[in-house]
């Protein structure tokens, strides 16, 4: 019983990083309908970001914030630089270009900081402040998790720059009709989704430490856990992302083992696929003509 | 507007309209099917490609963004109505007041339009998408509205209306335009109820203009009554 709750536990705490990510692929998925297949690394990439400023001796939470920052900045000019020229062109062409800047980020960052493995530290104490089932980080990382996912909650629905951009995500021919300009919505999206994965970059890493092919696996799961909660749906995309964790770390555990682990994501993937494609929570729309 | 051309792809739709609208005053613009008079609002506002000279308040605005004629005034009801289907009634009216800074004044607006259309408060936290056709016409003319505009394009808002509604609309757009001075383009099939409503008209074939005066020169022109007005 102590041994499942604990994987439990462990699997709420990567589920939420899963989440953040799906979450990200979510939010690029609703205003342009592709998947980024490059989100997982720029998440890698900004990590490194943290890891130097720590390492030059800035102060954890300051890092913190400042990667944040910088992933926001990072996000935006990649979609004004790289994705803005491609925007007409077909899908297949896009998705390439989502598949070059993956190898592209991957094979930078290696070859700035090599591939060696790097530990990444934590900013919640090593002694487990809350019982003996959940390490502080875990916890640490499922509370940041779910502050991320408040605020953006609070952004999207309350605040007018929110409402506008989820306008242009829907409808970009009206957007432009009410004065919303839709080209900086779409740069905005990919900033916010950047600096999310950033945070389940810094999240992630103290557990599988630091490495440019970190990010692998992460985005299988995070790509289940959209898929699982229909990838229309940012409610779901988090449920889906704390099921994977959940599921990811009992089947390891107690029946495949931990080396098969992979396989239920992709399980999970083809699963949802072939039986119900728009995932648990995949929009029925609405309309009336 | 001059010598205004518009093309889709290779397909040129109008062939150098000029007309002008007065200021405060609603003009008409009439025709059958395919006569170019949705493409003619589409290239007021930038939505299509376009060649020739359209101004408005004096400034050249052919060949610039769409938000940007938006932020200048400029509001667009267009056909099909354009509502955000998966936001709420009220969500679609503030994003009409996207561009304006003034918060008191945009809640008093809001409050104006659910006054004008009592239907809308009643259905302020539902999804747009599941309003009825005629709620949803409402909807796009008050979300234009609350742009607080000064010129207001108006394709087809009488289209799928019961007539009982398409008399009510339209004696509000009437108000709106005697008390608040908005100039209105309004295009229709509905010839009769659009001349009631139009101080002028131009009435348009194949993308030219071929017949222009006031409401009231048109209304007795035989041809028009003929092939337009069914008398």
Known sequence: ?289 | MRALRATYGQTRVLHGLDFALEKGSITALLGANGAGKTTTLRAICGMVKTQGEVRFAGQRIDGRATEDIVRLGVAHVPDGRGTFAHLSTEENLRLGAYTRKERPAVEADLERMYGYFPRLKERRRQQAGTLSGGEQQMLAVSRALMLSPKLMLLDEPSFGLAPLLVTELFDILRRINVREQISMLLVEQNAAMALQLANSAYLLETGRVVLAGSSDDLKRDDAVRRAYLGY
């Open chain 1, 1 to 289: 019983m102590e041994a499942i709750l604990h994987q439990i536990f462990a699997g709420l705490a990567t589920g939420g990083i899963y989440a953040s990510l799906a979450l990200a692929l979510v939010m690029i998925y609703q205003a342009t309908h592709l998947v980024n297949f490059a989100q997982g690394e720029m998440a890698m990439f900004t990590t490194y970001i943290a890891w130097s400023l720590i390492n030059a001796g800035m102060p954890y939470w300051a890092a913190f914030l400042l990667t944040v920052v910088f992933a926001f900045v990072f996000g935006v000019l990649l979609e004004r630089l790289v994705i803005r020229p491609v925007e007409n062109a077909p899908v297949l062409a896009v998705v390439v270009v989502f598949i070059a800047l993956l190898l592209i980020l991957n094979s930078v960052t290696g070859w700035i900081y090599t591939y060696t493995l790097k530990s990444f530290p934590s900013p919640f104490p090593q002694q487990p402040v809350f019982g003996k089932y959940i390490s502080s980080h875990e916890l640490g990382a499922i509370g940041i998790t779910l502050v991320v996912l408040l605020l953006l909650y609070a952004f999207f629905r309350f605040t007018p720059l929110g409402l506008a951009m989820r306008a242009a995500a829907q409808n970009p021919e009206s957007s432009r009709l009410v004065g919303i300009r839709v080209g900086w919505m779409l740069a905005l999206g990919w900033g916010l989704a950047a600096a999310v994965g950033a945070v389940a970059g810094m999240m992630v890493a103290p557990i599988v430490y630091l490495d440019p092919n970190m990010m692998g696996g992460i985005l299988l799961y995070a790509f289940a856990a959209a898929l699982v909660g229909g990838i229309d749906n940012p409610w779901g995309a988090v449920f889906g992302g704390f099921l994977v964790g959940v599921l990811e770390n009992l089947l390891g555990a107690f029946v495949i083992g931990n080396e098969l682990k992979l396989s239920v994501a992709l399980v999970l993937i083809i699963g949802v696929l072939l039986v119900r494609p728009s995932g648990f929570f995949g929009k029925v729309h609405v309309t009336r003509v």
